[in-house]
């Protein structure tokens, strides 16, 4: 096939192959274009500029102080090597900590992704829109963490708290599960859970409504029941999505500070002392140990990416069996 041209008074023919040819490089000269998705050097500057003030300055500035000897009055004295990595590494009350968290942290995400998308499944059947139980769901949410403890700690208490009665009720007069190691981890992890189930809800909420209608229909028109319709058409489409609050939710969770200062600070004994606030109470207290706190800050980092790279790689999985 071939298409005419005119070239000065004579007729030339140019294959369609020749004109795409010379049409890319049409645009190629002409200056200010680029590919479809393409961003000019020059117009990225400026967010990789804030992108190396606001990340990698202060990542060079950690792995500097993990590497010297370094206190809050006078840090980067000396280079020490990998001192204050094996200082880290061989602490028993960080590697405890580091336990303590991915409990904590696996638990979390695991509880609040499926009580969210419980919650989110009940609302979607009620309709597509999240109405006003939606909305009321959404306060612990916008409840700030700090708030959050103090509410809990005062419905706790033995002596006057809201869990009093019911705790008498159930044959435990006078309990107190802030006293114990056990009761407080349990407390802190079910005052997490209350507090970010809502963000699941409403992040699966929003992947319910994305999914095509059409599916439905075509399923219902097999003669699928809703079971199988959740199973077979909703889930698959849904799942990545989940997945990706999964991982929101597992970040979130190693990142519990407010509700151990607020709640327990580290205690009974050692049993609710997380990560970030191991890393507190080495830089901020007592020695003022700014070197060991940035080496377990980097210690703690390669924990969160290799947790984080797991769920990653099973929504990759199920965005390729989605497709």
Known sequence: MSAPTDVGTPTATVTIPEQARRARTARRAVPGRHR???????????????????????????????????????????????????????????????????????????????????????????????????????LPLVTPPVMVGVAWKLMLAPVGGAFGGVFSALGFPGANPLGDGVGAFSSLLVMHVWQWTPLVTLLVFAALLGVDHELREAAALDGAGAVRTFTHVVWPVVLPNVLSVLLLELVIGLKVFDLVVVVTQGGPGVSTILTGFEIFRTGLRGSYEIGTAAAMTLVFGLLVGVLTTVVSLLRARAVKAEQ
């Open 36 to 138: 479809p998705g393409h961003v000019s050097t020059w117009l990225a500057a400026p967010s990789l500029a804030g992108l190396a003030v606001m990340l990698l300055y202060p990542t060079l500035f950690v792995v500097a102080l993990a590497l010297t000897k370094s206190t809050l009055a006078h840090p980067l004295v000396r280079w020490t090597g990998t001192e204050n990595v094996v200082e880290a590494w061989e602490s028993l009350a960080f590697a405890g900590s580091l336990v303590r968290s991915t409990v904590f942290a696996v638990g979390a995400a695991l509880a609040t992704t499926a009580l969210g998308t419980a919650l989110a499944l009940l609302l979607h059947a009620r309709g597509t829109r999240f109405g006003v139980v939606g909305t009321i769901l959404l």
